[in-house]
């Protein structure tokens, strides 16, 4: 994993177990009368303020999957998929290039209802992962992908608004309980609207304009996503997170996640921005330097010779135009 | 002219989150809205069902008043109404006379730099009632800066200037190169800047030098990474509840940003740990909220201020429809002394939604890669003997480019 997620993700875990030891398991139950501490309510509605995150690895890749050896791979001594190696942008990184396993996040028989089109797309994706993710480019990340980042995100709930702040590029949306007009464009961060079913909160989301995708397997959307959330408190420190998500021009029927998210518990727990706009700028612009950074190192030092061809229509502003 | 193209479409992409911010958000001079006296009228100011004062809204200015006391009215703290409107129809007229494309001497690197002056910077907010929005000093004016800040200033100063000593700015003795003069190009074009370039000066004509050797030679506002604390323009939406407050500020070009406040006693993040936005730290004192803020970015700037930025703002709900922003503004390294600057925030209807809360500069940045593009475009070209030599072609600091005003004369900004 990146170096970054060690310090918080393995806080975030031991946080979490013992957060979730003392109330029991409730998955699959949304009855909160079964926990032994009482849920905190604000205004009579459940309390989600406070900064959170979720400790999954749905980040990587929606769907289940085993481990592997690097971010990208490329054909080792064998001539099989399991006996992949770590490929020329991360293998210098070593062990800490590579992709950890997952349970899986998709609800149901774990398997995304893409029409024939929409998976060959999807498989294309996930072949040219660097030159086409927009989190690889700083962009906006979108909902829900933004829900389970590897970075935490703050929950403000106000009367008749909840505002979510989130560290990965100072990303934010705003949850309207009351009558709001409808953005001026379609958006990368949807338009959500909010309502209380019982003490579940319930946001449809919607007004995207297709450029995001789910996580870095490249799964993906169209401008006709339309989400609804549904966000459970079921211990002081848990959120149960569902989203049932449907797009016509990609999906053949509707689909589900869910996930818990817990509370980042650290007494002194703030958030720290990621504000990745520069850190992209070596990858989006480094091309077109008058003097290139990257260069073929020398002498004894190691010399990582990249070899990133972007193929045709992949191009920065090609993909984005999409 | 191939390089032309691409800037100007790498301008306008830019801008394009700008006209539809402007679009909504300014009434133009000679609408009615934010004339005085229309204003709703304002009940008393509302509490959270905690007890706390209700923050809560979309807001935004609703007049213009110049953060710094411009010379002329040195001895004057407010307007009268008939100066007030003498001013507004004076800066329309300006204004309208840029918009005409008349004033320009066509072709000019000015004309080009400020080419979408004419279609986006001529809406303007009504002339307010404060000659400065600075109340301290109280001549209106920022304090002296310290002897090192001056220096510091004057060597970037040089470095900008040697590289538009081969250009048309100096050639014409433009205001953009005051203090320098013409000459031959600059062995200063291959050096490293003395010091880490941020932000153009105001109105220098986009970009932050005379080069675009990479990303960072462009500056933060170019990089759609302009935003800064404090912020006196565009709107903030503000929700709020016991412990935390949260301000998502739209601003600038598409560029704006987030903010949550704690509402806490704790201690300032460790020193170690530097944030563009600074490190906020909340409590009420009355009907106001008063934020502490610290920890900034060697690389976030305000007024040159960077690493050493303090901060106290005070947030007060005045009545229904007013919030009064007063922030005192700190850095021993930078000016001589303290400084505080206040002004006024107006609500908005919340079910209009009036924010267009997708700060998107960057993902819809083809500017930059126009701009590099371009001057990599005018190097193959001087290369290969049919072009200029990039020395003699201004990319940045050219003048020509504040809001519809000129830089000097009578069409200057008359509150400048």
């Known amino acids: 994993m990146p170096t970054r997620f060690k310090g918080s993700t393995v806080g975030g875990v031991i946080v979490a177990i013992v957060a979730a030891g003392g109330i029991g398991w409730l998955w699959g139950t949304r009855t909160a009368g079964a926990t032994t501490r009482p849920i905190p309510t604000v205004g009579g509605k459940p309390d989600f303020n406070g900064i959170w995150q979720a400790n999954n690895e749905a980040y990587w890749d929606l769907q289940a999957h085993s481990a592997r050896a690097g971010m990208v791979t490329q054909r080792g ?74 970075y935490p995100f703050q929950i403000v709930q106000g009367g008749n608004k909840i505002q979510m702040a989130y560290a990965f590029t100072n990303a934010s949306r705003v949850i309207h309980l009351d009558k709001s007009a409808g953005p001026p464009d379609d958006t990368y961060m949807g338009h959500s609207v909010g309502r209380w079913e019982g003490d579940t909160l319930v946001v449809e989301v919607s007004d995207f304009n297709g450029k995001n995708w789910f996580d870095r397997a490249g799964n993906f959307h169209s401008d006709a996503l339309h989400l609804v959330e549904r966000f459970t408190l079921l211990a002081p420190n848990v959120i149960r997170y569902e989203v049932t998500i449907q797009d016509p021009k990609v999906f053949t029927r509707p689909w589900r996640i869910s996930m818990p998210i817990y509370r980042r518990m650290e007494p002194n727990m703030q958030l720290l921005e990621y504000r990745c706009v520069e850190f992209a700028e070596e990858f ?16 004894e030092t190691m010399i990582v010779d990249i070899t990133r061809k972007t193929p045709p229509g992949d191009k920065l502003y090609e993909w984005y135009r999409r | 002219m191939r390089r032309r193209f691409l800037e100007a479409l790498g301008v306008a992409a830019v801008i394009m989150a700008v006209v539809l911010l402007l679009k909504s958000a300014r009434a133009p001079v000679g609408a009615q809205a934010g004339q005085p006296g229309t204003a709703a009228k304002a009940g008393p100011a509302p509490t959270t069902p905690s007890g706390d004062p209700d923050l809560q809204g979309i807001w935004t200015r609703d007049s213009d008043e ?38 320009r001497q066509r072709g000019t690197e000015q004309d080009v730099g400020g080419a979408y002056n004419a279609a986006v910077f001529t809406s303007h907010l009504r002339t307010g009632r404060r000659t400065s929005m600075i109340i301290d000093p109280p001549d209106g004016r920022i304090p002296a800066i310290t002897a090192e800040e001056q220096k510091k200033r004057n060597e970037l100063r040089e470095y900008s200037l040697a590289l538009l000593q081969a250009t048309d700015v100096c050639k014409n003795k433009l205001p953009a190169c005051a203090g320098g003069k013409y000459g031959p190009p600059s062995p200063r074009r291959a050096e490293t800047p003395p010091y880490y370039i941020m932000n153009a000066v105001v109105g ?130 930078v000016w001589t002394k303290p400084w505080t600057v206040t002004h006024e925030l107006k609500k908005q209807k919340d079910e209009d939604n009036r924010i267009y809360s997708e700060p998107r500069c960057h993902e819809g940045n083809y500017g930059m890669a126009g701009l590099l593009v371009g001057a990599r475009e005018l190097e193959r070209a001087f290369a290969a003997g049919r072009g200029p030599n990039p020395a003699t072609q201004c990319l940045g600091g050219c003048g020509g480019f504040a809001g519809g005003f000129a830089d000097e004369g009578a069409d200057a900004n008359p509150l400048r």
């Open chain 2, 204 to 333: 220098s004509g986009g970009g932050a030098i005379s080069r675009s050797d990479g990303p960072e030679d462009r500056g933060h506002g170019e990089r759609c990474m302009a935003a800064a604390l404090p912020d006196f323009g565009g709107f903030r939406r503000i929700v709020q509840s016991r412990d935390q407050v949260s301000m998502l500020y739209d601003v600038g070009q598409g560029q704006g940003w987030i903010r949550v406040i704690p509402i806490t006693q704790a201690p300032h993040v460790a020193k170690n740990v530097r944030l563009w936005w600074g490190d906020s730290r909340g409590r009420w004192e009355g009907k106001t909220l008063v934020v502490d803020v610290t920890n900034f970015s060697p690389k976030s700037n305000f007024q040159g201020s960077h690493e050493n930025l303090h901060l106290v703002e005070r947030w007060e709900r005045l009545d229904s429809e007013t919030i009064k922003y007063t922030v005192t503004i700190e850095d021993a390294t």
């Open chain 1, 77 to 150: 001594v064998y001539p099989y998929e399991y006996a992949q190696v770590a490929a020329a942008p991360v293998v210098a990184l070593g062990a800490a290039a590579g992709v950890p396993a997952s349970i899986g996040v998709v609800e149901g028989d774990g398997e995304i209802p893409y029409k024939p089109e929409a998976a060959a797309m999807k498989r294309e994706n996930g072949e040219h992962w660097i030159d086409r993710d927009p989190e690889l480019k700083c962009y906006l990340p979108g909902i829900p992908r933004a829900m389970y980042m590897p």
């Open chain 2, 66 to 103: 110049p953060l710094q006391r411009p010379a002329k009215y040195a001895s004057k703290e407010t307007f009268t109404d008939e100066e007030r409107a003498a001013l507004d129809k004076q800066i329309a007229e300006i204004v309208g006379r840029e918009a005409s494309e008349e004033r």
């Open chain 1, 284 to 299: 989006l612009f480094g091309n077109l330097r008058k003097q290139p950074l990257v260069k073929h190192w020398e002498g």
